[in-house]
């Protein structure tokens, strides 16, 4: 079948939708008339195609069953990296056996409510450790940066199979929510189990010496897909001889702004009005990607969440992280997001390849110490910031254990602090108004990207040092966000599929 494209108002577009099979959709805001880009699916005759017509379906996947096969894969970790090898190993019959120092989705809820009404965090089940890893209470963003990868597609489709809405098949920002995460994440293992694999939860792996499962001529290979904030499971691979490098990295804060703050700015819509109120229901809330240069560094936003909430997002006790997500609808009044500058390795004196790990870990500390008694975060409000003001309050924020006022402008390292200020300015000149104290910024946004670096052959994937080791994911520094780390997962599992040839 062909297809059809159209640059359409938002409410032209939202008839069309009603009517026609949608096959690709972009919101356009960089006019100051909001666009949308459709592409339609037309038939033989070149007429589009009713809107219940199935989407021209991928192949749907074949899950073998695995129960007695000869092979099998160890696989450290059950984020999305783990999870997608795993489920790529039963495609190629190969049996996947996961560890996952968390616990499974339902329970792990619990424990992040916990956390959430300030009432303790669980150092192995929190927003980073857990079935699902760091993608299933998160944002749901499901697009990368980076295009060279191999098949994006695959993955949305893997997605899609497993219950995510058919608008990661065709949206050009799809993203899913951490309301409907945890069920696409449970069906997953629930294949997994049913086709014979094995998943072991609340089981930390803490040595790799003893693994050396040779079963006939089959060495068993593990996939190492531990995502980047297990810093004891970095130490671990350190000690017994595993080659890690440090990489660049970014950290800075979490900058919130009222959403119809950012309506206003990104689509020149004032959400008061209940006609321009439709449009945001049918586009969704907007979002912003902001970039610039200071001092030779770059600054920018990074994991930017519409209609969301921050989260605290670390799974060390005496530290401060916090990360963002959103729910499906993406309809909290608040837009939050990274805002961080880039961290070279040069930046970090020493040749220990774990010093990004300690650098992070130092400031999260510092964040800690300035937040309030019960865990609360360290805030300011963002013009009071940038002006180098103490804020004498705050706006109301999203961050359920709650915030207190903080000189981030006064503590913050200056190679961060000073560039943000600068940063903030510079956004400001794209979209007046950005820079606000109606805004708040929340200390502090460190594990933007993972620290280390596992290197690996580019041919074989497998670790430099340790042979039939597969580091991949987020954790092995050659992805970040769901859908890399997804997709890393898959290209470990194919070169191992390819071993078992
Ligand atoms: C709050 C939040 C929001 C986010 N929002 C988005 C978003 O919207 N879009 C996006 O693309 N990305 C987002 N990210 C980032 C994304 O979640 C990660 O890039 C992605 O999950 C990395 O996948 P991974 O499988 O490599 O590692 P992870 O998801 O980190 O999974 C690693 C798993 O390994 C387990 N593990 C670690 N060490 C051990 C061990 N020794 N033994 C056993 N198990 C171990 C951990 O418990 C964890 O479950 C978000 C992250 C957070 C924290």
Request: charge should be neutral; proline fraction near 6%.
């Amino acid at each position: 079948m062909d297809s059809v494209q159209y640059i359409l108002s938002p409410r032209e577009a939202y008839i069309a939708e009603q009517q026609w099979r949608v096959v690709k959709r972009s919101v356009d805001a960089r006019q100051r008339e909001l666009r949308v880009h459709l592409t339609i699916l037309t038939d033989d005759k070149g007429k589009p195609v009713p809107k219940d017509a199935p989407i021209p379906l991928y192949e749907p996947p074949v899950f073998q069953d695995v129960h007695n096969a000869k092979r099998s894969v160890v696989i450290i970790g059950a984020g999305p990296a783990g999870l997608f090898a795993a489920l790529t190993l039963l495609e190629h019959g190969i049996k996947p056996i996961i560890y996952e120092r968390g616990k499974e989705v339902s329970e792990r809820k619990k424990d992040i409510a916990l956390l959430n009404r300030n009432e303790g965090l669980n150092p192995e089940s929190n927003y980073c450790f857990g079935e699902g890893g760091a993608g299933t209470f998160s944002d749901g963003k499901l697009f990368s940066r980076s295009k060279k990868r191999g098949n994006m597609q695959r993955v949305m489709e893997l997605f899609h199979y497993f219950g995510a809405p058919d608008t990661v098949l065709y949206e050009a920002h799809a993203h899913i929510g951490s309301d409907k995460l945890p069920g696409i994440i449970k069906k997953m293992r629930e294949t997994i189990l049913e086709k014979g694999g094995e998943i072991h939860f609340e089981t930390c792996i803490t040595s790799l010496k003893d693994w050396k499962l040779e079963i006939g001529n089959w060495k068993t290979p593990i996939i190492l897909a531990i995502g980047h904030s297990a810093h004891d499971t970095y130490r671990m691979l350190a000690k017994e001889g595993v080659k890690l490098e440090t990489k660049g990295f970014a950290m800075g804060v979490r900058a919130e702004h009222p959403q119809a703050l950012i309506n206003k700015l990104m689509y020149h819509l004032d959400t008061s009005r209940t006609r321009e109120l439709e449009i945001i229901n049918y586009v969704g809330n907007a979002s912003y990607s902001l970039v610039t240069q200071v001092d030779g560094r770059g600054v920018y936003s990074f994991c930017m969440c519409p209609g969301g909430h921050i989260v605290p997002a670390g799974s060390e006790a005496g530290s401060c992280v916090v990360n963002g997500m959103s729910a499906s609808h993406r309809n909290s009044p608040y837009a939050n997001s990274g805002m961080v500058v880039q961290i070279n390795s040069e930046d970090i004196p020493g040749d220990d390849p774990l010093r990004g790990l300690e650098f992070q870990e130092e400031l999260e500390r510092l964040a800690f110490e300035h937040g309030g008694p019960q865990a609360q975060a360290p805030a300011q409000r963002l013009k009071d910031f940038v002006e180098g003001k103490a804020s004498k309050d705050l706006p109301a924020c999203s961050y359920l254990p709650g915030i207190v006022p903080s000189r981030l402008d006064e503590w913050l390292p200056a190679h961060i602090g000073k560039r943000l200020q600068q940063g903030f300015r510079d956004f400001n000149k794209k979209y007046h108004g950005f820079l606000t104290n109606d805004a708040v910024i929340v200390g502090v946004e460190s594990r933007s990207s993972s620290a280390v670096r596992i290197p690996r052959d580019p041919e074989t994937l497998q670790s430099v040092s340790t042979p039939l080791l597969y580091p991949c994911g987020e954790g092995a520094g050659y992805a970040g966000g769901i859908t890399s780390s997804a997709l890393d997962g898959i290209n470990a599992a194919l070169k191992i599929a390819d071993l078992a040839q």
